[in-house]
């Protein structure tokens, strides 16, 4: 005689409770930094509110004219989050006009 398996559990009734979206507050001093993602996708420019799900680690890299790049890495957790960066002028500014 054959028996038929059991039907597989599908992906959608996963054991694991769902994944929330929360909220990640940028922002930069000076403010007006880019924002990108680990793709270089632009994002927006400091102060920025991102959604993003709990559990995710994102990669941002902050940048402004004049002043050094910065990149975090970012795990976000279950609940809202807020990321500050403070950018310094970069070394090829401070070093104009002093001879």
Known sequence: MIRAAAPAQSR???TQPPRRVVTL???SRPSGATVRNHD???LG???IALSLRSGSVARLTFAKSGYATIT????VGGAPQSVSVELSRSA???GRGRH
Not at 72 to 75: M, W
């Open 25 to 27: 507050k940028l922002s």
């Open 12 to 14: 959608k009734e996963s």
């Open 92 to 94: 090829a500014r401070r």
């Open 40 to 42: 270089g996708g632009v």
């Open 45 to 47: 420019q400091t102060p």
């Open 72 to 75: 975090r890495r970012v795990a």
